[in-house]
């Protein structure tokens, strides 16, 4: 495999427009337990992170897992991007302030089904929330295009999430104010802190387009742009980042590139049981089904048109086509299930039940079952190819 270091190029000065709201893949999901790295030891350690970062945090820089170099300064500081703490929340039929075709991070715990538009959280990047009675943390990191959702809840302590102004690897790097440990968005685990070594347990979410969030749960209700923040919601301050001809997507991002797919290209990224592998939409656009075993897990992944990039032109209305890609066990009651596209839905051989994008049986035999969600990405595939070098990459 041919790594390189990433091309820096001064021409990437995106910069205004980035900082003004820039963050500072996903992993086999944790099981939420404290378990701690081994942390690197000793004053001249807690002195490195002290004289780079000193000032703005009470953080026990003593205890680390991975050394102070590892971290750039993203411009904004410390809280720079507002998290959003208080969410407030609309009926699906209310929120006529989104485009159909916009996209939202779909989540629901204990029948309490939310959609958080993208197009919020690219200036804000957390809303710390509590979903069906459960403290959860939703994360958007635009550098990586990784949406990520974690309990909030560690060892009987429920912290609160800021973004703290820092990256590692172009991700953002998340703080918990209970404690000011550092943790990296798309693993959820704490790198530096009292907290170093611990993991957040993963909650699976899908980043889908607003229409099919609505048409699958019309009850559900939609992060309401009443933020308490004066933000150009709707607008992307990251104009043409994931354009594949543009150096723009790794110029905050130093580290090896592996030449296997486009730096920028998206991927449905998963890894179960240490079996790591990546889905590229390009490959998926043109076989919108794929029926895998991972990690010993027969899953499916469904992928079909009609979802914006959130990253394109500057009105995110106007941007491309992209996509939603999603995936889901395929064994349902004890049943093993085989799935092929049809027209925009999808299709199961062994009952012919036809199954929506959210994983939910709308027509057949099987009308009303839902598919287990399986916890994914779409990351860009240099973000998640530097947490996880070795991912089998999917052909058909």
Same mark, same amino acid.
């Given at each position: ?36 790295? $081994?942390? /690197?030891?000793? +004053? ?5 992170? +002290? ?11 003593? %205890? ?19 998290? /959003? ?32 538009? *993208?197009? /919020? ?9 509590? &979903? ?7 994360? @958007? ?16 302590? &429920?912290?609160?999430?800021?973004? $703290? ?41 899908? +980043? ?5 969030? %609505? +048409? ?18 709707? %607008?992307?301050?990251? *104009? ?16 090896? *590139? ?42 499916? &992944?469904? @992928? ?52 929506? /994008? ?39």
């Amino acid at each position: 495999m041919l790594r390189q270091r990433a091309p820096f190029s001064a021409a990437a000065i995106l910069g205004a427009g980035i900082l003004l709201a820039a963050c500072a893949g996903s992993p086999a999901p944790p099981d939420g337990s404290a378990s701690r790295s $081994s942390a /690197i030891p000793g +004053t001249p350690q807690r002195d490195a992170f +002290t004289q780079r970062f000193s000032g703005a945090w009470r953080t026990d820089f003593a %205890r680390a897992t991975v050394p102070a170099s590892e971290f750039d300064n993203g411009g904004p500081g410390k809280d720079g991007i507002p998290a /959003i703490e208080h969410p407030q929340f609309v009926p699906v039929a209310q929120a006529t302030f989104l485009d159909p075709r916009e996209p939202v991070i779909a989540f629901g715990l204990n029948g309490d089904v939310r959609a958080y538009p *993208v197009e /919020i959280l690219v200036w804000h990047e957390l809303v710390d929330d509590v &979903v069906g009675g459960e403290p959860v943390l939703v994360s @958007y990191c635009p550098l990586c295009n990784s949406a990520v959702v974690f309990k909030r809840t560690l060892n009987g302590t &429920v912290y609160d999430f800021g973004v $703290s102004g820092l990256l590692r690897n172009s991700d953002m790097v998340m703080f918990d104010r209970q404690t000011e440990s550092w943790w990296q968005q798309i693993t959820g685990e704490a790198l530096v802190g009292s907290l170093a070594g611990s993991k957040l347990a993963f909650l699976p979410a899908e +980043t889908i387009s607003f229409a099919d969030f %609505r +048409t699958a749960h019309p009850d559900g209700t939609v992060l309401s742009r009443d933020t308490g923040y004066s933000r150009d919601y709707g %607008r992307n301050p990251y *104009v043409s980042y994931d354009d594949p001809n543009s150096e723009t997507g790794t110029f905050l991002y130093h580290g090896p *590139v592996d030449h296997r797919l486009s730096v920028v290209e998206r991927v449905v990224a998963l890894d179960l049981n240490g079996d790591a592998v990546a889905y590229p939409f390009s490959r998926l656009q043109g076989h919108p089904v794929v029926n895998d075993r991972v990690g010993g897990t027969p899953i499916v &992944v469904f @992928y079909r048109k009609g979802t914006l990039s959130p990253l394109d032109r500057r009105s995110i209305t106007d941007s491309k086509d992209i996509g939603a890609g999603v995936v889901f066990e395929r064994t349902l009651d004890g049943q093993r299930l085989t799935f092929e596209p049809r027209g925009t839905a999808f299709r199961d051989g062994e009952t012919g039940s036809t199954w929506d /994008i959210t994983g939910r049986a709308t027509a057949g035999p099987l009308a009303g079952k839902q598919l287990a969600p399986v916890v994914h990405g779409n990351d860009f595939w240099f973000a998640w190819a530097a947490f996880k070098p070795d991912t089998r990459v999917w052909s058909p």
